[in-house]
């Protein structure tokens, strides 16, 4: 009896010692080795930090920021992302961060974009996306290889010159129903105070629905509604591991519902 608790106390131990090697390996060893590698490629960047990488100091950053008035001009990247903004006056066009254990080489280089683009290798993957994340953001933005070939040839006719043009009425409507009703805001007082960023949401939501459905946003405003309800649920619970995407799911639902209506009342008509 005391041989087998030996034998199973023995298992236990390196059990747990294979495991504790595994969580440095993946949370010190790894980074650090990474990090190493890409500063022997000429690729610097601010130290790698345990577990949670640059997140806190991403944070930080971002939270002083934002309790600033925002300056009025157009060099918004100190507003948007300091810490990218601070980092590229210290390493140059061209330095890693670290989100958590993962490296994220950051490059702002046009010739390294474009050769970054242009490579039919393979070798340049687009990251993982959040399981919660494939909820609601999937689109050529998110795929690779023939998946990506396939969608783009789907929609290549969609941006040919031409039927951008077509669209240009549609736009156009949009913007003038934006300043008409500035207009009347300003009228009755003289002055208005204005969230310029929620209107312009809605221009962009109203020229959308325009010229994909011929609609306007006021009857498809449940559909920008949940998208952005969407993006709350999938922020609020994204570190939750208990099953956080049941409404997210309930939500996609009922847009999926609403955002198909139109197509097949469309094909009934046709």
């Known amino acids: 009896m005391e041989k087998h608790l030996s034998v199973l106390l023995s298992l236990s131990c390196f059990m747990f010692l294979t495991m504790i090697l595994r969580l440095l390996y993946s949370i010190w060893w790894k980074p650090k080795m990474i990090e190493k590698c890409l500063k022997g490629q000429g690729i610097h960047g601010p130290p790698y930090r345990l577990f949670y990488g640059n997140f806190k100091e991403m944070?930080?950053?971002?939270?002083?920021?934002?309790?600033?008035?925002?300056k009025f001009t157009h060099d918004v990247m100190p507003r948007l992302n300091p810490f990218l903004q601070k980092n590229m006056?210290?390493?140059?066009?061209?330095?890693?961060?670290?989100?958590?254990?993962?490296?994220?080489?950051?490059v702002m280089e046009p010739k390294l974009i474009k050769e970054i683009l242009n490579d039919k290798s393979g070798d340049f993957e687009k990251?993982?996306?959040?399981?919660?994340?494939?909820?609601?953001?999937?689109?050529?933005?998110?795929y690779d290889g023939e998946k990506w070939a396939k969608h783009r040839k789907i929609i290549n006719p969609a941006f040919h010159i031409e039927k951008l043009k077509g669209m240009l009425p549609a736009f156009s409507i949009c913007c003038d129903e934006m300043i008409e009703k500035w207009e009347k805001l300003v009228g009755l007082e003289g002055?208005?105070?204005?969230?310029?960023?929620?209107?312009?949401?809605?221009?962009?939501?109203?020229?959308?629905?325009?010229?994909a459905f011929g609609s306007s946003f006021e009857q498809g405003r449940q559909i920008f509604q949940l998208q952005?309800?969407?993006?709350?649920?999938?922020?609020?619970?994204?570190?939750?591991?208990?099953?956080?995407?049941?409404?997210?799911?309930?939500?996609?639902?009922?847009?999926?519902k609403i955002t198909l209506d139109p197509f097949q009342k469309t094909r009934k008509d046709s």
Do not use: N
């Open 228 to 256: 952005k309800e969407q993006c709350k649920l999938y922020m609020d619970s994204y570190y939750m591991t208990a099953y956080p995407w049941l409404r997210s799911k309930a939500a996609v639902s009922f847009a999926e």
């Open 59 to 70: 944070s930080k950053m971002a939270k002083e920021a934002a309790s600033k008035p925002m």
């Open 89 to 106: 006056l210290i390493y140059g066009k061209l330095f890693v961060i670290w989100l958590g254990t993962a490296p994220r080489v950051v």
């Open 191 to 211: 002055s208005c105070e204005l969230d310029v960023s929620l209107e312009f949401q809605k221009l962009t939501a109203d020229a959308i629905s325009r010229a």
């Open 127 to 142: 990251p993982q996306i959040h399981p919660l994340k494939t909820l609601f953001v999937t689109g050529l933005a998110s």
